[in-house]
């Protein structure tokens, strides 16, 4: 006897886009023939069922991604910025960065997928020795757009890595990062901030692998969710035997700002070296009520009072962002969403 | 200035009961004027001042509330401020990632904005803020950091009286401003107070001792036990409480 999946449109057309492709994208391609999208019953994607929320997507898509050609040639000290743009129907398109030995680059991805988009984004990067990425995500989609993107982050001896993920959600929105980390002098800093509105669900998952001694690893993670928005956080780290004299440490923050904001977190530790310092907290909470009334007090009408708190809170994450410049800007960006949610 | 008329109050406690506090409070006081309200632990003195700047879960249940000829029940926290009406907390409250310099400058604006009037540009701002941090000797080092967070308890006493030399209120409270203070702080803040001393504002002093009634003389006193105000007099009331304790007014009270 012989099951055959019967595909739903979603998924017919994302094998329609991915015709012919070849590397990651066959990959995609051949793994959606077999097991369809992945759904909650998948326990990676519990709290992000993916075949559902792409129910309405129809269609082949275009995924368009801009200022690709500076990946080729890169220079110690240069900022590239990618414009990653899903259209309705199903797309998906990858690329691949290396930063050479010595050098220190900065990678700006803003990720849009518009109304009915089912989009898929993937990079593949290697950090050779002793180079340095500075890699910043700006999720911005429409509400009902599905997108995932995905980074398999390669660090060579040495190397360091300084992640910014910002999400303001989708329909659907998941972003997955896995990094390889070698320890001996490599060094991983990971923030996220998301803000979800009603309706909106933003997915951080990230998966990082101590294979060699001495790895250093910083991850905060903060979020605030009103009514109705879903948050996710899926945080692992795995270290191995020889990783020996790790020090990772996994903290996951989040507010609920309404009665019927849902946050999903699961921090996972996986260790098996003996001598190694490693953490990870989780704490989910609400607006200070006692500080609101002090700055009502103070004159601040409730709506600024209340943003202002909530920016104060998600801003920790963005000051791990070394450019000045860019971090000025991910914070206006905050705001603007913030003032959009009160 | 401020007219408070039989006044009653329930709070809500943690168990969830509703418990009155106010039992038909009245107290008038004038511009110009500082009084002082004394009275034992429970009394209700801090249930006042949140009852008068409209903190949630303070109902009034009866009487009446006003201030500068408007019905203060009416409005919200924000303007009752933008009104004029500054409570300088017991226990000032931390507020983790708002530099103080920011959270002043926009509680200034917000309020002149309520009230219709221009907003104060930066530099003017500075200038203003420079100026009254030297007056109560606070360091610009400590305007920088997130409000009152990693201060002590002299400290953030200090920064509740420089945030009312900024906002200059029409009408203070100050509930139990001298807890906390060792006596250079306590001579520091005075004078903050003192200096706030107009012919056209007026203050309401809570405090549970009289040692703070030493440096800001009040023009009445009033004692306060069980939600009401059992007797009202002169500065000489506070010493007499300082001698007697509180213990004949309970009795009356009862």
């Known amino acids: ?342 | 200035m401020l007219k408070i008329q039989d006044l009653r109050c329930k709070v809500e406690t943690q168990d969830g009961e509703e418990k009155p506090i106010l039992k038909g409070l009245s107290l008038d006081v004038p511009a110009g004027e500082v009084h002082a309200i004394m009275g034992p632990n429970g009394s209700g003195k801090s249930t006042l001042s949140y009852v008068l700047t409209g903190r949630d879960g303070y109902e009034v249940t009866g009487g009446s509330m006003e201030f500068a000829g408007e019905d203060l029940a009416a409005l919200a926290p924000e303007e009752r401020a933008a009104l004029g009406l500054y409570l300088s907390f017991q226990y000032p409250v931390e507020i983790p990632g708002v530099p103080t310099i920011t959270f002043l400058k926009e509680a200034l604006n917000a309020q002149r904005a309520t009230r219709g009037e221009e907003e104060v540009s930066a530099p003017q701002f500075m200038k203003l803020i420079r100026e009254k941090a030297k007056q109560l000797n606070v360091s610009m080092d400590m305007l920088k950091r997130p409000v009152n967070v990693g201060f002590s308890g002299g400290e953030k006493k200090r920064m509740e009286i420089l945030q009312a030399l900024v906002l200059e209120p029409k009408f203070l409270i100050l509930d139990e401003t001298d807890s906390g203070l060792d006596i250079d702080a306590l001579k520091i803040v005075s004078d903050g107070v003192n200096a706030l001393r107009a012919p056209d504002r007026g203050m309401l002093v809570i405090t549970h001792y009289q040692r703070l009634l030493d440096h800001i003389t009040p023009d009445v006193v009033h004692v306060m036990a069980d939600g009401r105000i059992v007797k009202s007099g002169g500065p000489e009331l506070a010493r007499e409480l300082e001698a007697e304790g509180y213990d004949k007014y309970l009795g009356e009270a009862a």
């Open chain 1, 1 to 342: 006897m012989s099951l055959t999946l019967s595909h739903i449109p979603a998924e017919q057309a994302l094998i329609d886009a991915l015709d012919g492709a070849t590397g990651w994208r066959a990959q995609l391609r051949e793994t959606t023939r077999k097991d369809g999208l992945p759904t909650r019953r998948h326990e990676l994607w519990k709290w992000s069922d993916l075949r559902r929320a792409a129910n309405d997507v129809t269609g082949v898509g275009a995924l368009t991604v801009s200022g690709l050609d500076a990946l080729a040639q890169l220079a110690d000290g240069d900022r590239i910025e990618l414009a990653v743009r899903a259209s309705a129907g199903a797309s998906a398109g990858d690329a691949e960065l290396v930063v050479p030995g010595g050098t220190s680059v900065t990678l700006v991805e803003r990720l849009h997928g518009e109304a009915g988009a089912l989009g898929n984004w993937h990079l593949n990067v290697r950090i050779e020795a002793g180079g340095r990425l500075d890699r910043i995500v700006v999720a911005d989609h429409h509400e009902s757009a599905v997108f995932i993107g995905s980074a398999e982050i390669t660090l060579d001896e040495g190397a360091t890595l300084n992640q910014t993920l910002i999400d303001s959600g989708a329909k659907l929105s998941r972003n997955e990062t896995h990094i390889a980390h070698p320890g001996q002098g490599a060094s991983v800093e990971l923030g996220g901030a998301y803000i979800l509105a009603a309706g909106r669900h933003a997915d951080t998952t990230t998966v990082v692998h101590h294979t060699g001694p001495g790895g250093i690893t910083t991850q905060l993670v903060k979020g605030a969710v009103a009514s109705g928005g879903q948050g996710v956080f899926q945080g692992k780290f795995i270290v191995d035997r020889a990783a020996q004299q790790t020090d990772a440490r996994m903290t996951h923050r989040a507010l609920m700002l309404g009665e019927k904001a849902e946050i999903d977190a699961k921090p996972e530790l996986e260790i098996y070296a003996d001598d190694v310092q490693c953490a990870h907290g989780n704490a989910l909470g609400t607006l200070d009520e006692t500080a609101l009334f002090y700055m009502r007090q103070r004159g601040l009408p409730e709506a600024k009072a209340r943003a202002l708190l909530i920016e104060s809170y998600l801003a920790e994450p963005l000051d791990m962002v070394r450019d000045e410049a860019l971090r000025d800007e991910l914070k206006v960006w905050l705001r603007t969403r913030l003032g959009a949610l009160t």
